[in-house]
């Protein structure tokens, strides 16, 4: 099913609800909507922005390299 036939589908149900209750949590959560980004601090955000600009320099580590370094700690 493609997005467009599921948004349709909840629109419909969602005019079809009568319960207040289930009303008020989805108001809730619509509300609540926020972006992880605006959620991190700020040293959480200059590290992800550090690790990005790395990997469009080319500096990273193949995943299996990593894998292999810290196998002990993986390995439970």
Do not use: C
Not at 32 to 49: C, G, M
């Amino acid at each position: 099913m493609d997005i467009q036939s599921e948004k349709i589908q909840l629109i419909e149900w969602l005019a079809s609800l009568n319960k207040p209750s289930v009303i008020k949590k989805l108001i809730a959560f619509k509300e609540k909507q926020t972006d992880w980004w605006d959620e991190i601090s700020d040293e959480e955000k200059t590290e992800i922005k550090k690790g990005l600009k790395q990997a469009d320099h080319g500096q990273v580590v193949p995943h299996r390299q990593v894998m292999d370094k810290y196998k002990r700690w993986h390995s439970k």
